[in-house]
């Protein structure tokens, strides 16, 4: 956000980039932690932090910045004890937009979802981060401030993970 606003053009601006990325934010923290209420919370914390913050954010920056701080709030609340004795294991359905009509697509998002939260953490963040918010390589090595080779690298053992994790669910083992 730019700095040398006035109060009102602030508020504008930290209005403008709710609007833009809130659902981003959200759907990030979503399919991160699998449970809604914690999803809207770390939104809500992320959001707060901004308007605190925001005047310190380069410009252009902000959503990677946004999405950033996203994950390093997910990842605290996954790292707590209580978390991972509550939602470890609970069901990820409700990730999966019910506006599909055709069932077999929604059982293979099903699927995968299912696949894609038993992966390793630094896997699923990749994932998520490419696959469903649509970020290349670089932006997301600065992000998770790692080399973009580290990136590569785990995109490509997650793929190979989900193949075994999905050869398995359908076959049952």
Same mark, same amino acid.
């Given at each position: 956000?730019?700095?040398?606003?006035?109060?009102?053009?602030?508020?504008?601006?930290?209005?403008?980039?709710?609007?833009?990325?809130?659902? =981003?934010?959200?759907?990030?923290?979503?399919?991160?932690?699998?449970? #809604?209420?914690?999803?809207?919370?770390?939104?809500?914390?992320?959001?707060? #932090?901004?308007?605190?913050?925001? @005047?310190?954010?380069?410009?252009?920056?902000? #959503?990677?910045?946004?999405?950033?701080?996203?994950?390093?709030?997910?990842?605290?609340?996954?790292?707590? @004890?209580?978390?991972?004795?509550?939602?470890?294991?609970?069901?990820?359905?409700?990730?999966?937009?019910?506006?599909? =009509?055709? *069932?077999?697509?929604?059982?293979?998002?099903?699927?995968?979802?299912? $696949?894609?939260? #038993?992966?390793?953490?630094?896997?699923?963040? $990749?994932?998520?981060?490419?696959?469903?918010?649509?970020?290349?390589?670089?932006?997301?090595?600065?992000?998770?401030?790692?080399?973009?080779?580290? *990136?590569?690298?785990?995109?490509?053992? @997650?793929?190979?993970?989900?193949? *075994?994790?999905?050869?398995?669910? @359908?076959?049952?083992?």
């Amino acid at each position: 956000m730019e700095a040398g606003l006035g109060a009102s053009g602030y508020n504008e601006q930290f209005e403008k980039l709710y609007a833009l990325y809130a659902d =981003d934010v959200l759907r990030m923290a979503y399919f991160y932690l699998a449970d #809604k209420h914690k999803a809207e919370d770390v939104c809500q914390d992320v959001f707060v #932090k901004l308007y605190t913050h925001g @005047a310190t954010i380069a410009p252009g920056k902000e #959503k990677a910045w946004l999405l950033r701080v996203t994950v390093n709030s997910c990842r605290d609340l996954w790292r707590s @004890a209580w978390l991972k004795r509550v939602v470890l294991g609970a069901p990820t359905l409700e990730m999966i937009p019910a506006q599909d =009509d055709d *069932i077999e697509k929604r059982e293979e998002k099903e699927e995968l979802m299912r $696949a894609v939260q #038993k992966l390793p953490t630094s896997f699923r963040e $990749a994932v998520l981060l490419h696959y469903y918010q649509g970020l290349g390589i670089a932006e997301i090595a600065k992000i998770l401030d790692l080399p973009e080779g580290t *990136i590569s690298s785990r995109l490509s053992r @997650a793929r190979k993970k989900l193949e *075994i994790l999905l050869k398995e669910e @359908a076959t049952g083992e």
